[in-house]
């Protein structure tokens, strides 16, 4: 069993920057593909970046692409999410997946295993 803890959100004006931080329980960490997905108010989750198991290969969503960066510490257990030039539509519930393989994931029937997700709002 895999848990997951983010951390690292927070209201910020837009043009701003965060770092969101996702923690891992479980000693394969290093074997799994991570992910972070989002969910806005009164929107499904959605995905926007990936990262495989040895932190070589990420994939992002088209909206965020260029401005935020998911990197990996297999030392630390730990992935993160670098969000710059925040935007008004970034505002969402962050969460962190992680999936049982060494896989890069898109979809969230990829991963095995959530976090509770950490608030970030993005003030106009």
């Known amino acids: 069993q895999v848990q997951l803890v983010e951390s690292g959100g927070g209201l910020v004006q837009a043009g701003g920057s965060l770092r969101l931080s996702c923690a891992a329980s479980g000693r394969a960490f290093s074997s799994y593909g991570l992910g972070w997905f989002r969910q806005a108010p009164g929107k499904e989750r959605e995905f926007v970046a990936a990262i495989s198991w040895s932190g070589s290969i990420t994939d992002y969503a088209d909206s965020v692409k260029g401005r935020f960066t998911i990197s990996r510490s297999n030392d630390k257990n730990t992935v993160y999410l670098q969000m710059n030039r925040l935007k008004f539509e970034d505002t969402g519930v962050y969460y962190c997946?992680?999936?049982?393989?060494?896989?890069?994931?898109?979809?969230?029937?990829?991963?095995?295993?959530w976090g509770q997700g950490t608030q970030v709002t993005v003030s106009s």
């Open positions: 997946a992680a999936m049982k393989y060494a896989g890069l994931g898109t979809r969230e029937s990829d991963y095995n295993y």
